[in-house]
T-cell receptor
């Protein structure tokens, strides 16, 4: 059974650009969550999607957005990149929304903003 | 106050000892609690989940939950060098479909 797949794995952008990251969840999983991980802040929750609807949102500016498609694949977009957006972006999928749902993480997309 | 707090460590223990990792949370209505392990350069993986007060054991791992004190802990018995990693406490908020919030993580070093 394939795990959570994130693309691209590494990318370098410059300030002001925008970026789109992709996440394919484990087959059958309908919930996709996104997290930003930095050494200083740890894992910070961005948003969670279930059945193409955003169910939860973290405390990030509107430059961070996401969506989920009918096949449960998800994308997140960051516009007008800032140096502080450099981070590892982790996607996690779960069979169910909330509750005892175990999150399965992808390997992440490492974004460097110059 | 952070929603989920952990001592960042590093916590250093000798091989064979018991490692004790602690976590406190702010949302008194939280219902689901998880411990994830993250090796350097890897993504987090779930090692324990606990939902009711008391202890839950799985092999060398024991999770402890005290909702009155808003406290979760993870004990690792007979610690091995392969247990050296960052341990992340995660708490789901009082709405059971709420977001899963992670603590900063505690780095554990097990010395041979």
């Amino acid at each position: 059974k394939a795990g959570v797949t994130q693309t691209p794995r590494y990318l370098i952008k410059t300030r002001g650009q925008q970026v789109t990251l992709s996440c394919s969840p484990i087959s059958g999983h309908r919930s996709v969550s996104w997290y930003q991980q930095t050494p200083g802040q740890g894992l910070q929750f961005l948003f969670e999607y279930f059945s193409e609807t955003q169910r939860n949102k973290g405390n990030f500016p509107g430059r961070f957005s996401g969506r989920q498609f009918s096949n449960s694949r998800s994308e997140m977009n960051v516009s007008t990149l800032e140096l502080g957006d450099s981070a590892l972006y982790l996607c996690a999928s779960s069979l169910i929304l909330g509750g005892a749902g175990e999150l399965f993480f992808g390997e992440g997309s490492r974004l460097t903003v110059l | 106050q952070k929603e989920v707090e952990q001592n960042s460590g590093p916590l250093s223990v000798p091989e064979g000892a018991i490692a004790s990792l602690n976590c406190t949370y702010s949302d008194r209505g939280s219902q689901s609690f998880f411990w994830y392990r993250q090796y350097s350069g890897k993504s987090p993986e779930l090692i324990m989940s606990i939902y009711s007060n008391g202890d839950k054991e799985d092999g060398r791992f024991t999770a402890q939950l005290n909702k009155a004190s808003q406290y979760v802990s993870l004990l690792i018995r007979d610690s091995q060098p392969s247990d050296s990693a960052t341990y992340l406490c995660a708490v789901r908020g009082s709405s059971n479909t709420g977001k899963l919030i992670f603590g900063q993580g505690t780095t554990l070093q097990v010395k041979p």
